[in-house]
């Protein structure tokens, strides 16, 4: 195992460019399952949950090269419809192939996933939306069991915004006979990227990026020359705020501002100085920072994915922020991390009270989870003395080359072993 070190009190200066986006090159992985030949995707970041959804894929008897962030998937001899226990507990975006092989083999046999260090994380919503397209669904030995012969379209209103929900019923839909609705469906770019390269292998799909999705079920997919995954939002962020953190000025290239507005302007307000270049973003530091309150939500809103992060950010904040986190209300375990750093922090139910302090102190601290392993990393960059993390394998799921990618903006950054 390895952990990462950190000098902080280094301004960052420089450019940047952000990798490919986790969270919607999955899905397109999945994805691969519904058609015969060759697939290629472009701009994939080497991370290990990519690493873990192509063996996860291997394992169902798909071909698959991965090289110079371009993944190859050949599904044509698919062969089996289990995802196991080992794969999907290190990864439960593993849980992306249940729609798909439903909608291929008329069933499937997925692990069911478990707690997670985020909170509950249940997956109630998926499988009500498969059986309104006709799927028997069974739990047993640990495992959720699909059954249908054709899935057939119908109305799903999800309780609750869903970002992997909706794109399994994607998914399980596109193939499906007649017209599929889904109501409350999730807005994120992510669910838009997985629907675009869908409508390349000719599916037929309205309203993504929008809560009400219609998709018509079409005989057959075909498989796609080239497709360039979006870019990775939550990484472009984790640098936004690095640079307000160190009083920086960095261009982060490769970045859709227009994907980023919740955050964008919380920074803003909190005092740092943003502007578009290039088909990038800058953002300027000036030492002030200002606290504000926010409040996690679906996409457009403030993403979970970055409450870890600002929290760092708000630690060292003038003032007192008030956090709310509605997405994943337990999703706190950074704070324990960053009250050891000095930070003044008080979780009061699924709100944390954070109380500016003048500096952070570098200590040793343990990753919980991805986004977590991010706020001690940038807590480091901006804390005086040496900063540890460790258990980075959680880091290395999400962030592709997150400590190179900081030291080419000059921080003193490095790995050594447990
Ligand atoms: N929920 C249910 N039932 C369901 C599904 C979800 O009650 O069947 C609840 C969840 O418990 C949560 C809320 O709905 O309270 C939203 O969860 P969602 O299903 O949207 O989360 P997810 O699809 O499992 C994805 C990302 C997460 C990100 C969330 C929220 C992927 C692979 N994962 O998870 O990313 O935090 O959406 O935006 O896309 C990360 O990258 O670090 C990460 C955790």
Redo the contacts with the bound molecule.
Sequence with gaps: MEKIIIEGSRRLEGEVTVSGA??AV??LMAACILTEGKNTITNVPDLADVRTMVKLLEILGAEVEFENSTLSIDSTNLDTWEAPYDLVKTM??SV?VLGPLTARFGRSRVSLPGGCA???????????GLSILGAKIEIEEGYVDTIAKKLRGGVIPF???????T?NLILSSVLAEGETVILNA?C?P?VTDLANFLIEMGADIQGAGTDIITIQGVKKLTPIKEYEVMPDR?EAGTFLIASVLTKGNILVKNCRFENMGALIGKLIEAGAEVTRENGGIRIKGNGEIKSVDFTTL??PGF???MQAQMMTLMSVADGLSIITET??PQRFLHAGELRRMGADIKLVGNSAVVRGVPSLSGAPTMAS???ASASLVLAGLAGNGKTQVSRLYHLDR?YERLDRKLENLGARIWREKE
């Design positions: 986790k969270n999955l899905p439960r975006a992306l985020i909170g509950e994380r249940p997956i109630d919503q998926h499988l009500k309780d609750v915004s869903t970002v992997t929900g794109e999730a994120e992510e939550i679906p996409y993403p979970t994915d997405i994943f989870d991805l986004r999400g």
